[in-house]
């Protein structure tokens, strides 16, 4: 190392030989300077050394997708997509903004759903196609106490107990915290505080952990999408009838219900309708592969504004026009269609080989166009309503219905009539030898109302079955079903009867 007697040295030299010489010294003098800073760094690099510090030199030349390994800061959603299934399934789209170096960027991609399928994770950057993930780790250790426990296992810890403490290592957490301290082992029962140095490297959040390579630096909005669980939304409508019972207004909500374990703040919602084809695994559930939609025009009738409905391959989706918050653990009610005047008949069914005495009361409506409705609706439950002398909705019973495209009928079982009872008899049975048997039944239907009530009799007959008697005319419904309609006068009573010969041959 230079000091002054170095210094009065060449101040000497330089006295002596003249100024010729003067350029040459100033060379050497640059020359000591190096050397001794040198030297400098070399003594220093041994002392980190002895203090446990790791010097790592490489003499290959790194590859180019090494030349920079950054990490990013954790990004914030920008924007959201959900696309939700009725069968406990979404499809999340999320877009986030993030500042990446050319090479590689480890990113920690945090909040994302905790019932993620990682397997179905797809990135895209819409800057650069060079942009790629090369390693993918999902952490979902979140912290607890159980978890704490478990990670400082066989390290040192403080518990307080009894309002004592004590620091050693940890030997267990069955049956109590035991500890090797100074003073031997401990075994701590009534624990009421534990002291750890740090979190030992549990997250508070499910993560991706991405090394992500990119030929170009700079801030961009990359575009994430992901199948995740938890999440599942129904439809539920109201129909209020009128007071002669034919005709409803019907008023359509569609409930998502968010327990996938993380929040979609201003998310464009859309609610696919339809049984989608999935595969089950041990762990996680995995479904490949996604529709592209032809949006079609927004219906006129029935949808509102916020909704518009278009076919999806052979499902149907239905698109809400303004974003909305998908907070976790949240039931969300999104208003869905509106539909007034829709024409609707009671009818009054029995069927007693199965209903026993109960006379069943149904709803029938047909969601066609002219009807005030004709748009597919999603699978749900209909609850019915009926405004009383009051003026005052009273519910009259509720029944779910599938997925129903347009033009088809909608059967609505409300409840049992009250005043309306019906019995249903065997009144003989002989058998015809080897043939087969020959039974009759006799249908007793009695109405307490104080107007007249049509009623369809529904009687299912099995084998190579043939009528030879019956009271009313009857229609063949299928290979095993037949039906009679009849009129039961108010205060009145109506009986069917009929004979049947079943063969085995």
Request: net charge neutral.
């Amino acid at each position: 190392m230079l000091n002054q007697f170095t210094l009065r040295g060449i101040y000497q030299s330089l006295k002596s030989t003249g100024f010729k010489k003067f350029i040459s010294l100033i060379i050497i003098t640059l020359l000591l300077v190096s050397l001794a800073a040198l030297w400098e760094s070399r003594e220093e690099n041994n002392w980190n050394n002895i203090e446990g510090g790791v010097t790592i030199v490489s003499k290959e030349e790194p590859k180019i997708a090494l030349l920079s390994i950054a990490k990013a800061a954790t990004p914030d959603k920008t924007r959201n997509e959900v696309t939700v299934y009725n069968q406990n399934l979404a499809l999340v789209k999320e877009y986030r903004t993030m500042d990446l170096s050319k090479g590689n960027n480890i990113i920690k991609y945090v909040d994302v759903a905790s019932q993620i399928d990682p397997t179905s994770v797809m990135f895209r950057d819409p800057k650069s196609q060079n942009t790629v993930v090369v390693e993918q780790n999902y952490e979902y250790d979140l912290v607890s106490s159980e978890k704490l426990l478990d990670k400082y296992l066989d390290k040192e810890i403080t518990v307080t107990s009894d309002n004592e403490s004590f620091t050693g290592r940890l030997l267990s957490r069955s049956g109590g915290i035991t500890l090797q301290t100074n003073k031997g082992v401990v075994v701590l029962n009534n624990v009421k505080k534990i002291e750890y140095p740090d979190a030992a490297g549990l997250l508070t959040k499910p993560t991706l952990i991405w090394q992500i390579y990119t030929d170009t630096s700079g801030s961009r909005e990359v575009e994430t999408t992901y199948l995740t669980g938890g999440m599942n939304w129904k439809a539920n409508y109201i129909a209020t009838i009128d007071q002669n019972d034919a005709k409803a207004n019907i008023k359509g909500w569609v409930t998502i219900e968010n327990n996938a374990g993380t929040a979609y703040p201003d998310a464009k919602l859309k609610l696919v309708a339809g049984d989608i084809n999935r595969v089950y695994e041990e762990r996680v559930d995995l479904v490949y592969g996604q529709g592209y939609p032809v949006p079609t025009p927004a219906l006129k009738v029935g949808f509102p504004p916020g909704f518009r409905q278009e076919g999806l391959f052979e499902y149907h989706l239905y698109t809400l026009q303004r974003p909305t918050t998908l907070n976790n653990n949240e039931i969300k009610q999104v208003s869905l269609l509106s539909a007034d005047s829709v024409p609707a008949k009671k009818e009054y069914s029995y069927d007693g080989a199965r209903d026993g005495e109960k006379v069943k009361v149904t709803l029938n409506m047909t969601n066609s166009k002219e009807n005030g409705l004709g748009m597919p609706l999603p699978k749900g439950v209909v609850r019915a309503y009926k405004a009383d002398s009051d003026g005052q909705l009273q519910f009259l019973g509720e029944d779910s219905i599938d997925h129903t495209p347009k033009d088809e009928k909608l059967r609505i079982n409300v409840g049992n009539a009250f005043d309306i009872v019906g019995k249903r008899t065997v009144t003989d049975r002989e058998g015809m030898g080897s043939y087969g048997i020959r039974e009759s039944y006799s249908i007793e239907l009695k109405n307490h109302k104080t107007e007249d009530a049509k009623i369809i009799v529904t009687e299912h007959l099995y084998g190579n079955w043939q009528i030879t008697k019956a009271s009313e005319q009857y229609k063949k419904k299928d290979a095993n079903t037949i039906e009679f309609e009849v009129t039961v006068p108010k205060d009145g009573a109506k009986t069917i009867t009929y004979t049947a010969e079943i063969r085995y041959q």
